[in-house]
């Protein structure tokens, strides 16, 4: 094996706190983003991060030297999605946080992703999640391979590493609905992974103690090298024009059956064109 093999594997899972999505989501003030009181790991990340644990423990885990990171962005707040990731399983986190990523979009939130993994890095594989839960883009994973210039593979539903002479590679199954391809790669990549690969597993009160002893570096743009006119509103290609609240659900239509009420339900399917 070449030295980068003999040396570990690097995976860093990027991570991000979202809204939860078992309350109504709100957006506040002018700036017309969103209101993140209520939120938590993104459902989707934890498939990733999961990946990223089954990948080094399948490959002899932190005494072979490998280590999975687990990275965010995001307000003071957002280190609890790495905390999180800490509890279930990541050996240690990074933090992004600055006043000036208010309002990134997903250019410009790959943006500062990019120059923080670089700096944090190197990586031998950047794994995400197929989407946020709060976004739903699927943009960044693409935009931050781009803009580091690793090959991508998107929207994997298993994941396979083989270490060989020249180095690891990667071997990715991609499902559609009528057939699966498989794509390998040489590692560094970039993967995004589906809900349909794995079941994550949850954090045990082992893992939580344990992740109190485990580091969370904490960083801003300044660190990193990113200009606060790169990043948020100002550095977005898109923005937020208008926003209402969703209009409150109308009433059904009841039924009683009065001896007709099999007619009277087809004729209210028919007129909603469902029939």
Known sequence: ???ATASGLRIAVLVKHVPDAQFDRHISGEDLTTVRAESILCELDEYALEA???LVEAH???AAGHRVTAITMGPPAAVNAVKKSLQIGADEGVHLTDDALTGSDASATSRALAALVQHVGPFDLVLTGMASTDGETSLVPAQLAERI???QVTFAASLDLTP???GWTLAARRDSDTYAET???SLPALVSVTDQI???RYPNFKGIMAAKKKQIQVLSLADIGVRPDEVGFAGSWTSVQAAAPRPPRSQGVVITDDGDAGIRLVDFLAGQKLL
């Open 1 to 3: 094996m070449d030295e």
């Open 149 to 151: 210039g690793l090959p």
């Open 60 to 62: 002899g885990g932190a």
């Open 198 to 200: 794995n079941d994550p």
């Open 52 to 54: 990223a644990l089954q």
């Open 164 to 166: 060989g002479d020249g």
């Open 183 to 185: 794509i390998e790669a």
